[in-house]
């Protein structure tokens, strides 16, 4: 589906180690500014411990979870949408992703450079939504410019569209990421069209320290909760470490640790559900697979996942729900005790739902 999860923040705050613990690649993560340049792009399972339980009933041939991208985009400075430090280029890197995850130092360390030379973790979100606010006036502006051409011709629309363009920027002036809970659903989607940065999906990751005195978490869990954005405390340097070990390995740091699993696994799945994507399974003797589909996805729309033409040729779909397919220990089992439904075009697919489809090619 081509879903792309970008991670930005100031430069040097843990972005690379970040995404070199995600994708277990080894992409540059050094100790200055600007280390990371070019866009790097990991696609990355889903972990989902659903499958392996769909699995170890069906005993399949093959397990394949579902992916999605993570982009680790280059550090942005105060001034960048003037130019400053690598400027727009990576503005337009981050204009490309459906989701962005914001890592900002948590922690002190005299040993780790920070770009301003203070660690303020509450400055350094505001420096980052500025940035993007920045960037996205300057796009407003250009249409309210071609707007005003319509609206003296008497386009209608174009008036309408014109509002609430300026609802947006009264929003930016405040210096504040717009929220779009005021508007309704069709105005949502024209917003949507301008493909803005500050009104794209958003989750914190808030860089800490295992060490809990160097850490300064208070404010921006306080702006976390007052902008209803979700945020996720993680030691980064930590996480990297798991991710580079094997499993027995990692079990055993974990009990050390005393976690039952890697804070990644929770960022991987928080980023997917940020996309409002959902995941359904197909199981059968070759393969248990997971698949990746837009929340409020039709039945015909998942099957077209699989392919374009199941969705074309979609009859009906055989629909056993996740839980109803572990009680019933697999598909024969649901069909005994009534679990296995026949649902038609209409059918709204859940999150969980284990699927058989009919159809014709």
Same mark, same amino acid.
């Given at each position: 589906?081509?879903?792309?999860?970008?991670?930005?923040?100031?430069?040097?705050?843990?972005?690379?180690?970040?995404?070199?613990?995600?994708?277990?690649?080894?992409?540059?993560?050094?100790?200055?500014?600007?280390?990371?340049?070019?866009?790097?792009?990991?696609?990355?399972?889903?972990?989902?411990?659903?499958?392996?339980?769909?699995?170890?009933?069906?005993?399949?041939?093959?397990?394949?979870?579902?992916?999605?991208?993570?982009?680790?985009?280059?550090?942005?400075?105060?001034?960048?949408?003037?130019?400053? $430090?690598?400027?727009?280029?990576?503005?337009?890197?981050?204009?490309?992703?459906?989701?962005?995850?914001?890592?900002?130092?948590?922690?002190?360390?005299?040993?780790?450079?920070?770009?301003?030379?203070?660690?303020?973790?509450?400055?350094?979100?505001?420096?980052?939504?500025?940035?993007?606010?920045?960037?996205?006036?300057?796009?407003?502006?250009?249409?309210?410019?071609?707007?005003?051409?319509?609206?003296?011709?008497?386009?209608?629309?174009?008036?309408?569209?014109?509002?609430?363009?300026?609802?947006?920027?009264?929003?930016?002036?405040?210096?504040?990421?717009?929220?779009?809970?005021?508007?309704?659903?069709?105005?949502?989607?024209?917003?949507?069209?301008?493909?803005?940065?500050?009104?794209?999906?958003?989750?914190?990751?808030?860089?800490?320290?295992?060490?809990?005195?160097?850490?300064?978490?208070?404010?921006?869990?306080?702006?976390?909760?007052?902008?209803?954005?979700?945020?996720?405390? *993680?030691?980064?340097?930590?996480?990297?470490?798991?991710?580079?070990?094997?499993?027995?390995?990692?079990?055993?740091?974990?009990?050390?640790?005393?976690?039952?699993?890697?804070?990644?696994?929770?960022?991987?799945? *928080? $980023?997917?559900?940020?996309?409002?994507?959902?995941?359904?399974?197909?199981?059968?003797?070759?393969?248990?697979?997971?698949?990746?589909?837009?929340?409020?996805?039709?039945?015909?729309?998942?099957?077209?996942?699989?392919?374009?033409?199941?969705?074309?040729?979609?009859?009906?779909?055989?629909?056993?729900?996740?839980?109803?397919?572990?009680?019933?220990?697999?598909?024969?089992?649901?069909?005994?005790?009534?679990?296995?439904?026949?649902?038609?075009?209409?059918?709204?697919?859940?999150?969980?739902?284990?699927?058989?489809?009919?159809?014709?090619?």
């Amino acid at each position: 589906m081509g879903f792309k999860c970008g991670i930005l923040g100031l430069p040097n705050v843990g972005k690379s180690t970040l995404f070199n613990a995600i994708t277990k690649s080894a992409i540059p993560a050094e100790n200055f500014p600007f280390c990371t340049i070019e866009p790097n792009v990991g696609i990355v399972n889903v972990p989902d411990k659903r499958l392996l339980a769909i699995n170890a009933i069906t005993n399949s041939e093959k397990v394949i979870p579902t992916t999605m991208s993570f982009v680790d985009i280059a550090g942005l400075v105060k001034g960048a949408s003037k130019g400053e $430090g690598l400027g727009n280029a990576f503005l337009s890197n981050i204009r490309e992703m459906n989701a962005l995850l914001h890592v900002v130092r948590c922690f002190e360390d005299e040993n780790v450079v920070h770009v301003d030379g203070k660690v303020n973790p509450l400055s350094d979100v505001e420096t980052i939504n500025l940035e993007l606010i920045f960037a996205d006036i300057e796009v407003l502006d250009k249409r309210l410019l071609k707007l005003e051409k319509l609206i003296r011709s008497g386009d209608a629309q174009a008036k309408l569209d014109q509002i609430i363009i300026q609802s947006l920027k009264e929003m930016m002036d405040h210096g504040v990421l717009p929220k779009l809970d005021t508007f309704s659903e069709e105005e949502v989607t024209f917003i949507n069209s301008l493909n803005l940065l500050s009104t794209k999906p958003m989750l914190l990751i808030a860089n800490i320290s295992d060490d809990n005195s160097k850490n300064k978490l208070d404010d921006i869990k306080e702006y976390a909760v007052a902008n209803s954005i979700d945020i996720i405390p *993680a030691v980064v340097k930590i996480e990297h470490e798991l991710a580079n070990l094997d499993d027995d390995e990692q079990t055993e740091y974990l009990e050390l640790l005393g976690m039952d699993e890697p804070v990644l696994n929770k960022i991987i799945l *928080a $980023g997917y559900k940020l996309l409002n994507l959902e995941t359904y399974f197909t199981s059968g003797p070759k393969e248990s697979r997971a698949w990746t589909i837009h929340q409020h996805a039709s039945a015909p729309q998942a099957a077209g996942v699989i392919h374009t033409d199941f969705e074309r040729g979609f009859i009906k779909a055989e629909i056993i729900s996740y839980l109803d397919f572990i009680a019933c220990a697999g598909e024969a089992g649901a069909k005994k005790e009534g679990k296995l439904r026949l649902e038609g075009k209409d059918y709204i697919v859940q999150d969980g739902d284990v699927i058989h489809f009919k159809f014709n090619v």
